[in-house]
């Protein structure tokens, strides 16, 4: 079965650093997504890419944070200056289709700011 | 604005009981309803997938049903087993968001399977 792969599982870093999580999406799906879960609450959407550019963003996703597909295989969240808030477990997402396609989702990084 | 509500919040029941999970939504504008299942610190694992055009899905002893006009969910688990403990997390892909794109999540539904 083809699985999402994301690194690290657990990051912790210092508030105010910057941090990159990484996805290797499923090789033939298109669409790619972030979403985050902070501790006791629910999974919420951070941002969908396609075709090398956003396709939607959420309020969550304001200017510290920013994707990048810099390779055919890698898809990057980035993190610039972390404050504690943004502590949580943060899942990566890919899909086959835009609309009536499931989601598969990696098993998440654990990112704790300090 | 899409909101999902998952009941009961935790459920708790003995090994080989038949149990029903519920997932409610505002919007019954979807492309479709995604049941997954979440183990404590790990990722979301999909368990079925349900198009607005369908009633029902089933896979093995699990079994979803989808009443898109009413705005509710269930998924059915027979004959539970001690494996079948989880967080059980149901997510709607809502039509009349900007593209489509998101899913929208419940809270879930934390089953403990006691031996």
């Known amino acids: 079965e083809p699985e999402v792969t994301q690194t690290p599982s657990h990051q912790v870093t210092q508030m105010g650093q910057e941090v990159i999580l990484r996805c290797v999406p499923i090789?033939?799906?298109?669409?790619f997504y972030w979403y985050r879960q902070i501790l006791g609450q629910k999974v919420e959407f951070l941002v969908s890419?396609?075709?090398?550019?956003?396709?939607?963003k959420s309020e969550i996703f304001d200017d510290q944070f920013s994707v990048e597909r810099p390779d055919g295989s890698n898809f990057t969240l980035k993190i610039r200056s972390t404050k504690l808030e943004d502590s949580a477990m943060y899942f990566c997402?890919?899909?086959?289709?835009?609309?009536?396609?499931?989601?598969?989702f990696g098993s998440g990084t654990r990112l704790t700011v300090v | 604005k899409q909101e999902v509500t998952q009941i009961p919040a935790a459920l708790s029941v003995p090994e080989g009981e038949n149990l029903v999970l519920n997932c409610s939504f505002t919007d019954s504008a979807i492309y479709n309803l995604q049941w997954f299942r979440q183990d404590p610190g790990k990722g979301l694992t999909s368990l079925l997938l349900i198009q607005s055009s369908q009633r029902e899905q089933t896979s093995g002893r699990l079994n979803a049903s989808l009443d898109k006009s009413s705005g509710r969910s269930t998924l059915y688990i027979a004959a539970s087993q001690p494996g079948d403990s989880a967080t059980y997390l149901c997510?709607?892909?809502?039509?009349?968001?900007?593209?489509?794109?998101?899913?929208?999540f419940g809270e879930g539904t934390q089953l403990t399977v006691n031996p």
């Open positions: 890419f396609y075709n090398n550019e956003i396709s939607e």
């Open positions: 997510a709607v892909r809502p039509r009349r968001e900007t593209s489509g794109s998101r899913l929208t």
């Open positions: 997402a890919s899909s086959r289709t835009a609309l009536k396609g499931g989601y598969t």
């Open positions: 090789s033939n799906h298109l669409y």
